[in-house]
């Protein structure tokens, strides 16, 4: 458990290790100074970081099953998927807030398309970066941005329902 559940988790774990074995031998004041920043930044993401995972079980617990395997199964249509993608791209919050939530959806009933889809919406959309992105560009930037990664989510949406439709031989 303490170097990940997945290999992905094992990767950073053991890359994360292996990293600060090499700072500590070549450049120990370095090593410190990245620790302590690590140190830091968990202690005052902590509680935000603990909560966002209660709030997403508790969301995962009332999401209906029946519901979302009717809506996002493996007999959602093409525009269902492609919202759930546009849905997931206005979810406020970080990927640890966010993740949970999708794979609780995953857990009950979405089937693989509308789950990437969903990821690829948070990810390319992320409406929570807006005002961030106002800070250092226009609005005609940041307007495009959002129109260039709704349009790509819908592509993208559109084409894994295809592969999903091939997938299941419909």
Known sequence: MLVGDSWGQRAV??????????????????????????????????????????????????????????????????????????????????????????DRMRDRGADTPAVLTMLTGYSLISVGRVPYGLVFFSPHVVGLRLLIAGTATVAVGTGLFGVGALRRGT
């Open 13 to 102: 774990v053991l890359g994360t290790l292996v990293l600060y074995g090499y700072l500590a031998v070549t450049d120990p004041g370095v090593a410190r100074a990245g620790f302590a920043g690590g140190l830091s930044t968990i202690t005052s993401l902590a509680t935000t970081i603990v909560a966002a995972f209660f709030l997403a079980s508790a969301i995962g617990e009332l999401l209906p099953e029946e519901r979302l395997a009717e809506f996002l199964g493996a007999s959602a249509s093409a525009h269902e998927v492609v919202a759930a993608g546009l849905v997931a791209g206005l979810v406020p919050g970080g990927p640890y807030a966010v993740y949970p939530i999708i």
